[in-house]
Antibody
Framework: QVQLEESGPGLVKPSETLSLTCTVS????????WSWIRQPPGKGLEWIGY???????NYNPSLKSRLTISVDTSKNEFSLKLSSVTAADTAVYYC??????????????WGQGTLVTVSS | DIQMTQSPSSLSASIGDRVTITCRAS??????LAWFQHKPGKAPKSLIYAASTLQSGVPSKFSGSGFGTDFTLTISSLQPEDFATYYC?????????FGQGTKVEIK
């Protein structure tokens, strides 16, 4: 059973780069899309973007200018980098697998999430 | 972006109640809709995709319906483990967007 776990610093200073890694266990990262989603405190979920194991990406336009998602198949992990962060980027960040099923794209499973706070 | 609006934002219900949550899209999304259950500190769990297809392992007390702009998630008989926040999500067009969530609490 595939499991995902987010890791990275819990505190990032304003204007710096937020970096997170999602480690995939119990299955291969190959042949799937992998996604990042976030949830600011007290707010709803926001889709950040996804990457295919081969490296092709699709980003939310609202974050595209600051965002890089990459994949390392040798380590079975993928990563997120968000530059020039502000307090508005404070959120719980989740990673998830994207399953392609007939007529659907399904975020399943998800990691438990990691809180990243942007503050000096 | 497609806006997803859930109602109600919260509800109180008793064990055994039938609960219905509504999700409305700002434009037609065919049946490209998923529902998730989220409990505090846990990973969100996929319940339904393609508006009405139950994810493997999800009990049949959960059901989904709808097409176009209006969708519903129904829990036929609420159990203690069902108290959580539920989200809808459209994947018809990018960027994917979520509803604001419906918190189901114990009455």
């Amino acid at each position: 059973q595939v499991q995902l776990e987010e890791s990275g610093p819990g505190l990032v200073k304003p204007s710096e780069t937020l970096s997170l890694t999602c480690t995939v266990s119990g299955g291969s990262i190959s042949s799937y899309y992998w996604s990042w989603i976030r949830q600011p405190p007290g707010k709803g979920l926001e889709w950040i973007g996804y990457i295919y194991y081969s490296g092709s990406t699709n980003y939310n336009p609202s974050l595209k200018s600051r965002l890089t998602i990459s994949v390392d198949t040798s380590k079975n992990e993928f990563s997120l980098k968000l530059s020039s962060v502000t307090a508005a980027d404070t959120a719980v960040y989740y990673c998830a697998r994207v399953r392609v099923v007939p007529a659907a794209l399904l975020l399943d499973p998800w990691g438990q999430g990691t809180l990243v706070t942007v503050s000096s | 972006d497609i806006q997803m609006t859930q109602s109600p934002s919260s509800l109180s219900a008793s064990i055994g109640d039938r609960v219905t949550i509504t999700c409305r899209a700002s434009q037609g999304i065919s049946s490209s809709l998923a529902w998730f259950q989220h409990k505090p500190g846990k990973a969100p769990k996929s319940l339904i995709y393609a508006a009405s297809t139950l994810q493997s392992g999800v009990p049949s007390k959960f059901s989904g319906s709808g097409f176009g702009t209006d969708f519903t998630l129904t829990i036929s008989s609420l159990q203690p483990e069902d108290f959580a926040t539920y989200y809808c999500q459209q994947y018809n067009s990018y960027p994917w967007t979520f509803g604001q969530g419906t918190k189901v609490e114990i009455k």
